[in-house]
T-cell receptor
Framework: GDSVTQMEGPVTLSEEAFLTINCTYT??????LFWYVQYPGEGLQLLLK?????DKGSNKGFEATYRKETTSFHLEKGSVQVSDSAVYFCASRRGGADGLTFGKGTHLIIQP | GEEVAQTPKHLVRGEGQKAKLYCAPI?????VFWYQQVLKNEFKFLIS????????ETGMPKERFSAKCLPNSPCSLEIQATKLEDSAVYFC??????????FGQGTRLTVV
């Protein structure tokens, strides 16, 4: 079946540091790929998505590029802020009635 | 509505009691998904619906968990005879069949 693997952390960075959270997937065909963010005590918010190879999703300074050749969708941000502290989930989905397949989540801690 | 509405936000049950959780998907969305998030952040897929029909229930613990999506009613997830290990946050998501799924804020179930 489909699976998503991401670095589990916690990842601790100083404010303004460069962020990379790695994510790789295995799937039949070409799923859509997502990054969700969960702030403490809250639900899941979609951060960005990409629906086909070489697409780049971006939002709030975060970016991720759908790389078919390496089956990856790494999340990056050039300069993180304390407010970015949260748990980040990489996910894949084939669409229609198929559900999301989630990675285990990466806890990101940004220190002032 | 324009968002996935889950009720209640918090639910406390004694071991052995019944728990019932509700989810109103976004109007016009045909697909509904239930996920269980336990303490270590991992999302476990439980069940998906296409309209009122079960599409995939491979994640459902069959003995005590059941779910329904009936026309003109919120979807529901019911746990008979709750156990301590059922304590988790239960998320509902809906989709119109395109790539993106929208999540509710979750119901935190605590079994004591």
């Amino acid at each position: 079946g489909d699976s998503v693997t991401q670095m589990e952390g916690p990842v601790t960075l100083s404010e303004e540091a460069f962020l990379t959270i790695n994510c790789t997937y295995t799937a039949t065909g070409y799923p859509s790929l997502f990054w969700y963010v969960q702030y403490p005590g809250e639900g899941l918010q979609l951060l960005l998505k990409a629906t086909k190879a070489d697409d780049k999703g971006s939002n709030k300074g975060f970016e991720a590029t759908y790389r078919k050749e390496t089956t990856s969708f790494h999340l990056e941000k050039g300069s993180v802020q304390v407010s970015d502290s949260a748990v980040y989930f990489c996910a894949s989905r084939r669409g229609g009635a198929d559900g999301l397949t989630f990675g285990k989540g990466t806890h990101l801690i940004i220190q002032p | 509505g324009e968002e996935v509405a889950q009720t209640p936000k918090h639910l406390v049950r004694g071991e052995g009691q019944k728990a019932k959780l509700y989810c109103a998907p976004i109007k016009g969305h045909s697909y509904v998904f239930w996920y269980q998030q336990v303490l270590k952040n991992e999302f476990k897929f439980l069940i998906s619906f296409q309209n009122e029909n079960v599409f995939d229930e491979t994640g459902m613990p069959k003995e005590r968990f059941s779910a329904k999506c009936l026309p003109n009613s919120p979807c529901s997830l019911e746990i008979q005879a709750t156990k301590l290990e059922d304590s988790a946050v239960y998320f509902c998501a809906s989709s119109d069949g395109t790539a993106e799924a929208f999540f509710g804020q979750g119901t935190r179930l605590t079994v004591v």
